[in-house]
């Protein structure tokens, strides 16, 4: 029989739906219910793609044993951290402050019936094991001490409760300056893996901001460093097992230094930021081969990712219960892919691929190449490899249409599309749905499934990212549509989030503070400075000057250890550094493309008769050639 989670939205909360656990989602049912009945709360979060939340379930929320006792003595309520980024936020900062060291996912909180929290954890297995507590041992502690009202864990829990109110304080401001160039590059470097690409051990995990930091900072000044780290992480990823060869797109995570056995979740948000920077750097270098990853990746979200111009949020790292299942093959079977493929020397084409007898995953295979260049075979060996995929299950899709992920996505597909007019209309097919879906009587909202009303409202992230891609619609457009609606946006998300250079995630029920850092993707507070700044340029300078506060506000932090916060850092940069604004007729500026400074925009004005080269304060140069503007550019700096 099912649980309350059946009548949810939420895919991962309807996995849930059948377990024996009597789970309640967030609400004031359950919260009414714990204090009426003197009940401790367990709050699980986690998401539907999270292979160690899957574990946790089949060991401990499957279990007719436990769930028996903890629906007794328990108000459980399960989260999507997707859905309530805010809610998940709050409670990895006190698993952070309960346990010194981050949190993660399946994210385990026992809360007191008034919903105080006292302990936080992650997996926790079902029986003690390896010096771990397990759940049912520490469901019964707990149940007898809440039962008994134990004086100290009550206590503790108010005690708890005074820390986890945010802290937005200001805090000590020092100077901006260009040494964050010098700080920054000597850090990447430190953390840079020369032999392997990427940056620090595994897990390894793409870093995609700090390359487009990198890719930003080589347009200011040519530096072999920058080259080096940016193209070599590039030609490292995109060669296999983390990225997948046969249906395009980059799995989560690689487990090992040299990106060979992925976590074999595909994030949106992933991809998104993996097509951006495959798809600037193939426009910065000329490389074809970084334009090809970048359209396979734009392929697959497109192909298995999208419903009705509107990309999903995640695929699962399982399959039937076994992770991989569905992307690893057997020798037997990549033999018989390469003999349907008509590959002449198969013993070289397996050395090639990397595949022996023994595998490289577990028994199997995980499908490599030596370099991003394709042997002339792998195109047919790939469509046998596809066929055969065609008779798996497919691992579990969560259709959730998430604002923030959508907008990356369709930003890099307008980058992509400056290459390629195909995936240009693709973004503005995406964008519109996007905008239709998710923006309501003028009003944003986070999250909804298709063909249903959204419920939860908008986070910074979401005002952020839709601002920021916007702007790039109406960088490719000069449709002025696109730039009002990003200026609404700025202005709303200036109203709910910003307070005296400081920036909330979130307020209202959990007012939480928007990170510097750029964590699982980019910083919503350093997307929103982005912009800022760029509106500061193209509506009005005011924009520029909140974009300043916020980075005084963080500088110290900044200053310090850029490498941290690689998107806070470019556009710090970018702010010292200054925008460059090409003013012209939207013929005109339609021949305008290549530049090397990083810091320019494009706006459209038919008043114009030539090109007017302008900063954020006066305009100081025009010309009616395009060609002579690359020269005009390099002379202002």
Request: include cysteine; hydrophobic fraction near 40%; aromatic fraction near 12%.
């Amino acid at each position: 029989m099912s649980n309350r989670l059946a009548f949810e939205d939420s895919p991962y909360l309807q996995q849930h739906r059948d377990n024996p656990i009597d789970w309640y989602p967030w609400g004031d049912e359950a919260f009414e219910k714990a204090l009426s009945e003197h009940k401790s709360i367990f709050i699980s979060i986690g998401y539907s793609s999270c292979h160690w939340c899957h574990v946790m379930e089949h060991e401990v929320f499957e279990n007719t044993k436990i769930a028996e006792f903890v629906n007794q003595h328990f108000v459980c309520i399960k989260v999507d951290r997707e859905e309530r980024p805010d809610i998940d936020k709050h409670f990895q900062e006190l698993h952070n402050l309960l346990n010194r060291r981050s949190g993660g996912w399946p994210l385990s909180i026992f809360a007191t019936p008034q919903n105080k929290p006292f302990y936080a954890a992650t997996y926790i297995p079902p029986y003690n094991q390896n010096q771990m507590m397990g759940f049912s041992e520490l469901t019964a502690i707990i149940a007898e001490k809440v039962a008994q009202n134990d004086e100290k864990l009550f206590q503790n829990a108010n005690e708890i409760m005074s820390f986890m109110k945010p802290n937005n304080a200001p805090t000590q401001a020092t100077q901006l300056n260009e040494k964050i160039i010098l700080q920054f590059s000597k850090q990447a470097e430190h953390n840079f893996d020369s032999v392997n690409g990427g940056f620090s051990k595994s897990p390894k995990f793409p870093h995609a901001s700090t390359l487009k930091t990198l890719l930003t900072l080589e347009a200011l000044e040519t530096n072999p460093l920058y080259h080096t780290i940016v193209t070599h992480t590039l030609n490292s990823m995109g060669r296999g097992g983390m990225y997948d060869l046969i249906d395009g797109g980059f799995c989560r995570y690689s487990t090992d230094e040299s990106w060979l056995v992925p976590h074999f979740e595909k994030m949106s948000y992933d991809n998104a930021l993996l097509c951006e920077i495959y798809a600037r750097a193939s426009l910065a270098y000329n490389e074809p081969l970084f334009a090809q990853c970048a359209q396979e990746i734009a392929d697959f979200m497109i192909n298995f990712m999208m419903e009705n111009n509107l990309f999903y949020s995640a695929s699962d790292a399982d399959t039937e219960g076994h992770e991989g299942k569905y992307f690893i093959y057997t020798y037997n079977e990549i033999l018989q892919a390469l003999t349907l493929a008509h590959v002449e020397d198969i013993t070289e084409a397996l050395s090639v691929l990397g595949v022996t007898h023994e595998g490289n995953f577990e028994g199997y295979s995980i499908i490599t190449l030596p370099s991003l260049e394709r042997p002339i075979w792998f195109a047919d060996f790939v469509t046998q490899c596809q066929k055969m995929r065609q008779t798996r299950v497919y691992p579990f899709i969560d259709r959730k249409i998430n604002t923030a992920w959508n907008a990356m996505m369709i930003k890099s597909l307008f980058i992509l599309g400056k290459s390629n007019p195909l995936y240009h209309q693709h973004a503005l097919d995406s964008l519109n749905a996007l905008l239709e879906t998710m923006m309501i009587d003028n009003t944003l909202y986070h999250t909804t499934l298709i063909h249903k009303s959204p419920k939860i409202g908008a986070f910074l992230e979401d005002y952020a990212y839709l601002s920021n891609t916007l702007i790039e619609a109406y960088e490719c457009t000069f449709d002025e549509i696109y730039l009002i609606r990003a200026q609404q946006l700025a202005n709303k998300a200036l109203e709910l989030f910003y307070q005296e250079g400081a920036w909330y995630f979130s307020r209202g029920d959990f007012p939480t503070i928007a990170e510097m850092d750029d964590g699982s993707y980019p910083s919503a507070m350093a997307f929103m400075i982005d912009s800022l700044l760029s509106l500061g340029s193209l509506v009005d300078g005011k924009y520029r000057h909140f974009a300043f506060k916020s980075l005084e506000y963080v500088s110290l932090k900044l200053m310090k250890t850029p490498i941290y916060y690689p998107k806070l850092t470019e556009q710090c940069i970018r702010y010292l550094k200054g925008d460059r604004i090409i003013k012209a007729s939207k013929a005109l500026l339609s021949e305008c493309e290549g530049f090397n400074y990083p810091f320019i925009l494009l706006k459209s004005d038919e008043s114009v008769e030539e090109y007017l080269i302008c900063g954020e304060n006066s305009c100081f140069a025009n010309t009616s050639d395009v060609h002579e503007l690359e020269g005009l550019l390099r002379n202002s700096l």
